[in-house]
């Protein structure tokens, strides 16, 4: 019962502070604790493995599909380029499931959400869990939050917001032209995430940690990838090209899908909101529809994802209304937008961002 003593010890596990959610609530507060209570009654929480499993098997015909095109036809350029997209799909479909295990949203059992998430990181995409469980989950806890989220934190490469680029600005900081990062946005983003960035932090969190398992996992993936693909090409070099060109396509698939609900929101140094009014104010929709869902995997509720976790994606249209009921009763904005303005909304933001950082760098005052 020593208060003290518990926060001493748990110190290095901070990452930022959420309004106590049991005193003095505020009226919105108490909204979403009753919403909540009603998607709990109203099974909204419910898993549905089958639903899940699909998206699964999915992935493995277009795996088998991109095989199937390079041993039927050949090794050629054409055949290259579809072997490549259909292994992108693969992948980034992949990467909407193993959020789906890493949610604990598919199965009601922890331990069997757990094991299928190794499964499908691990053996499917190649990555640690533990890695994208550590990022992630600091991503949830506070998103949008200068020095506690790291999917923003790429200051030295781009700034984000309205806020850090005119301090960093002011205070002649930097060494990039950032007022030019929404054009070499697509040399130093997309390109390098999932090409070069994440394969370095996965490879450097993973033997830190010295994580056995995960590694093994990773291992699986690349065994695989190269066994098959090399009877295609007459060197592994054929296979690392097709693998890294993969990558590159489905890095942009995925920054997209991933920063349209972030990047053009408030950015700036934790606020101490409540749950609700923080997520709100960091997190965007797109547009619903049977091809935004399948494209988007259903990251186009962000705003239903980030309020409630661990619920299923297929929850989200469900508790959506019942979400814009509150946000118009409190006069919180809830933003949705067409998955083409979302997407374009992204370079918007960077050059604006950029603007205000050369303003505040160059025209002080």
């Given at each position: 019962?020593?208060k003290?003593?518990?926060?001493?010890?748990?110190k290095?596990?901070?990452?930022?502070?959420?309004?106590?959610?049991?005193?003095?609530?505020?009226?919105?507060?108490?909204?979403?604790?009753e919403?909540?209570?009603?998607a709990?009654?109203?099974g909204?929480?419910?898993?549905k493995?089958?639903?899940?499993?699909?998206?699964?098997?999915?992935?493995?015909l277009?795996?088998?599909?991109?095989?199937f095109?390079?041993w039927?036809?050949g090794?050629?350029?054409?055949?290259?380029?579809?072997a490549?997209?259909?292994?992108?799909t693969?992948?980034?479909q992949?990467g909407?499931a193993?959020?789906?295990?890493?949610?604990?949203?598919v199965?009601?059992?922890r331990?069997?959400?757990?094991?299928?998430?190794e499964?499908?990181?691990?053996h499917l995409?190649?990555?640690?869990?533990h890695?994208?469980?550590?990022?992630?989950?600091?991503?949830?806890?506070k998103?949008?939050?200068v020095?506690t989220?790291?999917?923003i934190g790429?200051p030295y490469?781009?700034?984000?917001?309205?806020?850090?680029?005119?301090?960093?600005?002011q205070?002649?900081?930097g060494?990039m032209p950032y007022?030019w990062q929404?054009?070499?946005?697509?040399l130093l983003?997309?390109?390098?995430?999932l090409?070069l960035?994440?394969h370095?932090?996965n490879v450097?969190?993973?033997?830190?940690?010295r994580n056995?398992?995960?590694?093994?996992?990773?291992?699986?993936?690349f065994?695989k990838f190269?066994?098959?693909?090399?009877?295609?090409?007459?060197s592994?070099?054929g296979?690392?090209?097709?693998?890294m060109?993969?990558r590159?396509l489905?890095?942009?698939w995925f920054?997209?899908?991933?920063?349209m609900?972030?990047i053009?929101?408030d950015?700036?140094r934790?606020?101490?909101?409540d749950?609700f009014?923080?997520?709100?104010?960091?997190?965007?929709?797109?547009?619903?529809g049977?091809?935004n869902?399948?494209?988007?995997?259903?990251?186009?509720y962000?705003?239903e994802?980030?309020?409630?976790?661990?619920?299923p994606?297929?929850?989200y249209?469900?508790?959506?209304?019942h979400?814009?009921?509150?946000?118009?009763?409190?006069?919180?904005?809830?933003?949705?937008?067409?998955l083409?303005t979302?997407?374009a909304d992204?370079?918007?933001?960077l050059?604006?961002?950029?603007?205000?950082?050369?303003e505040?760098?160059?025209?002080?005052?």
């Amino acid at each position: 019962n020593d208060k003290a003593l518990v926060e001493k010890y748990m110190k290095p596990l901070e990452c930022g502070v959420v309004v106590d959610y049991e005193d003095n609530l505020s009226p919105v507060q108490r909204d979403f604790r009753e919403l909540r209570k009603v998607a709990e009654t109203s099974g909204w929480f419910a898993t549905k493995p089958f639903f899940f499993f699909k998206y699964l098997v999915q992935c493995w015909l277009f795996e088998l599909a991109a095989v199937f095109i390079l041993w039927h036809w050949g090794v050629n350029l054409l055949t290259f380029v579809a072997a490549a997209l259909l292994l992108c799909t693969a992948q980034a479909q992949a990467g909407w499931a193993q959020h789906d295990y890493g949610h604990l949203s598919v199965f009601n059992s922890r331990r069997l959400n757990h094991i299928g998430h190794e499964l499908v990181v691990g053996h499917l995409k190649g990555a640690s869990s533990h890695w994208w469980n550590f990022r992630h989950f600091l991503h949830h806890s506070k998103p949008n939050v200068v020095g506690t989220d790291p999917d923003i934190g790429v200051p030295y490469v781009f700034l984000l917001g309205d806020k850090m680029p005119k301090e960093w600005g002011q205070k002649k900081r930097g060494f990039m032209p950032y007022n030019w990062q929404h054009d070499y946005f697509w040399l130093l983003g997309p390109p390098m995430l999932l090409p070069l960035y994440f394969h370095f932090e996965n490879v450097y969190f993973t033997l830190k940690r010295r994580n056995l398992r995960d590694l093994m996992w990773t291992v699986s993936f690349f065994a695989k990838f190269f066994y098959v693909f090399n009877h295609f090409f007459s060197s592994w070099w054929g296979t690392f090209a097709l693998y890294m060109f993969t990558r590159y396509l489905e890095s942009h698939w995925f920054v997209a899908c991933t920063q349209m609900s972030h990047i053009p929101m408030d950015i700036d140094r934790d606020q101490r909101r409540d749950w609700f009014s923080m997520q709100l104010k960091a997190t965007m929709n797109a547009e619903g529809g049977s091809f935004n869902d399948w494209f988007t995997g259903h990251l186009n509720y962000q705003i239903e994802h980030h309020l409630f976790p661990t619920m299923p994606r297929h929850s989200y249209p469900l508790v959506q209304p019942h979400v814009k009921r509150i946000c118009s009763k409190h006069g919180i904005p809830y933003v949705e937008k067409p998955l083409g303005t979302a997407f374009a909304d992204i370079i918007r933001s960077l050059k604006k961002s950029g603007e205000l950082w050369f303003e505040a760098y160059y025209m002080p005052g």
